[in-house]
């Protein structure tokens, strides 16, 4: 089991009324499952998705990390987490427009400290995987909507995650793009790795081994 | 490294808005240290002209000797004598105080052997050194002995003192003269050498009927105006020297209607009336001066203030627009293994930057602006400092209420 939800709580104060957005979620994750999210609009599906990627706190519950308590209370504990198991792919990529693509999947390989040449080997590599090659010294505008995500995905893998968390991964791209980029997803679950993904669209679902449907104030346990 | 240069690649953003900034914040802090310099100064001056006027006026005092004055006066058999006397009732009658004291041009020759014309001097009087409390910095001032003129040879008379003649300089000339050292000076009342004594403290200054304002003594050399004398002079030399003397300063508690009657009874008793007139009412224009240096003053902290408001609220809208602008960039951050900590110490880490060196740059065009200015300023960076506290809490305060308000793990669902 790579990740355990348990009894996971959220709300959010707007205009002074306390607003529950997840009353109670459970979620188990295996290594090399992918998992979809999908519910209405206001659902909580992105929170959740934030919670698990340790950018949002929840208000109560547990979270297990292969088996290993990470304490949702401490930012600290979260930040950790987040830098050390999870990567992120979002709908519209999360680029950083003015650089190019070997700067951007250098990124989060700097801020982990890695050297360079290290850094330079593991950028080579997936962008290799990635089909990218020939890309490093483009900028994310001159790249169509399947390549941006290509390289969002090749940065994700370069800190080599355990756990991948898509929001809307091909929400941005046509059909053939998104097979495209569905089958990578699909690759990397085959190497073991477990990827979450956040989707409104029933054909992206139908790819995965398992679909939690969300709704909205009912409490959710997995089904 | 990462975040720092992560940092600078922040900072690049917007750059053009941010040299505007630190623009608008240098310009505050070189107002703000001119402000308050000037704000003190002022302040130093509406003290000084507190002190100086207390509760009485200036008056000047001339003579008045033409036609029937005139004729009156030449008629006497001894008139030197005549205004010596109406000197010595000037100086020692107790409804008024008779401060002598003259700004007058001289020519003297420094100790390299080059002659300068034109040179600001200052006689002045036991009297009015007392009433204007001027002191000495360094060296001794002019006492009585220095006021009695020894051997009175003076260039109206066509020749040179081989006596000499005590002086006190203003605070500039410290640097250029010792104590001991001696000046050729030439002026009609006096030409020989004039042997420096002391240095006047800083700051010294005396009224001017002239400048009807207060001036200061720090670029004069101070003479004795000469009130007794040991050796026998012209007439031609007393009665240019009491001319002098008896067109000078009166402070008085009463108007200068009273003051004028009172000269003129006095002169009528000597057979000159009419000889002298009170001129330079101050009881008109010194309220008004006070009330505009009043406003001044005002002026002065009203632009100080609005300047360093203007600075606080173009650096709280300016990280309102780059927070709001940089929000997806702070989410892409994160997701790729920033913590929020490191993001807010990069926002701080701007306002601590932008403030640094607006403040340090602006500091240095005040030193600038301070060596090219012909007055001499006494630049405290703590007055500096003052304002980039308020524009930087502002701006700390502004940030950390958007970072809190916004959040950045939604941001990237949001369009570029």
């Not at chain 2, 917007?14 to 802090?29: A, G, H, L, N």
Request: contains cysteine; hydrophobic residues 40%; glycine residues 8%.
């Amino acid at each position: 089991m790579v990740l355990d939800l348990r009894n996971i709580k959220k709300s959010y104060k707007k205009h002074g009324r306390k607003i529950e957005v997840i009353n109670g979620f459970d979620l188990t994750v295996r290594r090399g499952e992918m998992v979809a999210l999908m519910g209405e609009s206001g659902a909580g599906k992105s929170t959740i998705l934030n919670i698990i990627g340790g950018l949002v706190k929840a208000d109560s519950g547990e979270m297990f990390f292969e088996g290993e308590k990470i304490d949702m209370t401490s930012k600290k504990a979260l930040n950790l987490y987040r830098k050390h198991h999870v990567g992120f792919i979002v709908q519209d990529f999360a680029l950083i427009k003015d650089r190019t693509v070997y700067e951007n999947i250098e990124l989060p390989l700097k801020i982990r400290k890695k050297p360079f040449k290290e850094r330079d080997t593991i950028i080579k590599s997936v962008l290799l995987e990635m089909g990218l090659s020939t890309e490093e010294k483009s900028y994310p505008s001159m790249m169509s909507g399947g390549e941006q995500q290509r390289v969002a995905i090749a940065r994700a893998l370069a800190i080599e995650p355990d756990l991948i968390l898509a929001d809307e991964p091909t929400g941005s791209l046509d059909e053939d793009n998104a097979e495209v980029i569905m089958n990578l997803l699909r690759e990397l679950c085959d190497k073991d790795k477990a990827v979450l993904i956040v989707t409104h669209s029933k054909e992206v679902a139908n790819k995965c081994d398992r679909i939690i449907k969300l709704k909205k104030d009912t409490p959710l346990k997995e089904g | 490294m990462t975040i720092l240069s992560e940092f600078l690649a922040y900072m690049k953003r917007s750059i053009i808005i941010t040299i505007f900034i630190v623009c608008s914040i240098i310009s505050t802090v070189v107002l703000v240290i001119f402000s308050s310099l000037m704000l003190h100064e002022a302040q130093l001056d509406f003290d000084k002209y507190k002190e100086v006027y207390d509760e009485g006026k200036f008056y000047g005092l001339g003579d008045n000797f033409f036609d029937e004055a005139e004729k009156a006066l030449g008629s006497k058999k001894d008139h030197v004598k005549i205004l010596a006397e109406v000197n010595d009732w000037l100086r020692s009658n107790d409804k008024f105080e008779y401060l002598e004291g003259r700004q007058e041009y001289i020519s003297y020759v420094d100790k390299s052997g080059q002659t300068h014309n034109s040179a600001d001097s200052y006689w002045t009087s036991p009297e009015d050194i007392k009433h204007f409390g001027l002191g000495v910095a360094k060296g001794r001032m002019l006492d009585e002995r220095d006021f009695v003129h020894t051997q009175g040879m003076a260039n109206v008379t066509g020749a040179r003192s081989e006596d000499e003649v005590s002086i006190v300089m203003g605070d500039a000339f410290r640097d250029d003269y010792e104590i001991g050292d001696t000046i050729e000076v030439y002026h009609i009342l006096y030409a020989g050498k004039a042997r420096i004594v002391g240095f006047l403290e800083k700051g010294s200054y005396v009224y001017s009927v002239l400048t009807k304002g207060l001036i200061s003594l720090d670029d004069h050399f101070v003479f004795p105006f000469f009130n007794s004398f040991s050796g026998n002079e012209s007439d031609i030399y007393m009665r240019v020297l009491y001319y002098q003397k008896n067109n000078s300063r009166i402070y008085a508690k009463y108007s200068v209607d009273d003051v004028q009657d009172m000269i003129n009874e006095y002169t009528s008793s000597l057979g000159i009336p009419g000889g002298y007139f009170v001129f330079a009412s101050t009881h008109q224009w010194q309220p008004v001066f006070a009330k505009n240096l009043d406003d001044i003053v005002g002026g002065i902290k009203g632009i100080a203030v609005g300047i360093s408001l203007f600075s606080a609220l173009s650096l709280g809208l300016y990280l309102f627009v780059k927070i709001r602008k940089s929000l997806k960039y702070y989410g892409i951050l994160l997701l790729n293994g920033f913590s929020s900590r490191q993001i807010m110490m990069m926002i701080f880490g701007e306002v601590v930057v932008v403030m640094l060196s607006s403040f340090g740059i602006g500091l240095l065009i005040s030193y600038v602006i301070k060596d090219n200015s012909y007055r001499e300023y006494d630049i405290n960076m703590l007055t500096g400092i003052i304002p980039m506290l308020v524009i930087g809490l502002v701006g700390a305060l502004v940030a950390l209420i958007l970072v809190n308000k916004y959040d950045i793990s939604t941001s990237l669902r949001e369009e570029n």
